[in-house]
Nanobody, 118 residues
Framework: QVQLVESGGGLVQPGGSLNLSCAPSGSIFNIDTMGWYRQAPNEERDLVANITRAYRTNYADSVKGRFTISRDNAKNTVYLQMNNLQPQDTAVYYC????????????WGQGTQVTVSS
């Protein structure tokens, strides 16, 4: 069974940067939307950003101007460049990939911890 593998999380000081990446462990065909979500303790999992196959992007208001989502369609990989990180960005970050017609399947990563603290 194909899984999404995330990397790039860790501990960073306020104002610092991290770059997350997410790629499938095997082949997934016809990926449409890729995205990043995050979940802080005792909170719901929320959308951070997503990007369509045509490179249209959408961001949560809280990260606009600080985070940038991008993708490499040849590698089925999605990235999240996070700049000017703040303590409120601390969460487990999950990637999600969804295929288009006809399968409409959804894949999730296992999550990577991002901690912003001095």
């Amino acid at each position: 069974q194909v899984q999404l593998v995330e990397s790039g999380g860790g501990l960073v000081q306020p104002g610092g940067s991290l770059n997350l990446s997410c790629a499938p462990s095997g082949s997934i065909f016809n990926i449409d939307t890729m995205g990043w979500y995050r979940q802080a303790p005792n909170e719901e999992r929320d959308l951070v950003a997503n990007i369509t196959r045509a490179y249209r992007t959408n961001y949560a208001d809280s990260v606009k101007g600080r985070f940038t989502i991008s993708r490499d369609n040849a590698k089925n990989t999605v990235y999240l460049q996070m700049n000017n990180l703040q303590p409120q960005d601390t969460a487990v970050y999950y990637c999600k990939q969804r295929t288009g017609w006809p399968t409409y399947s959804t894949y999730w990563g296992q999550g990577t911890q991002v901690t912003v603290s001095s």
